[in-house]
């Protein structure tokens, strides 16, 4: 069976953006895989929170996932 034709999810691009309900791109810091010893606990504790990407940058991210609901 052939599959049909049409848009594509960039499976890579959803496991690293979230869309929010009012379309803006959020991401996670880069630098909180390991060597997590040497960073200090303020370093380690702002590397947890997500942050808004760049509308530079949002733009493509928003194309690479059709389905995202974003108005």
């Known amino acids: 069976m052939r599959r049909p034709k049409g848009n ?5 691009v ?8 009012t379309g803006k791109v959020m991401r996670a810091h880069a630098g909180r895989r390991h060597l997590l010893s040497t960073k200090n606990a303020k370093r380690r504790r702002r590397l947890r929170e997500s942050v808004v990407v760049d ?7 928003t194309q690479s996932l059709p389905f995202s ?3």
């Open 8 to 12: 594509r999810t960039r499976k890579s």
């Open 14 to 21: 959803a496991k690293r953006f979230k869309i929010t309900g």
């Open 55 to 61: 509308p530079s940058d949002a733009y493509r991210v």
């Open 69 to 71: 609901h974003r108005g």
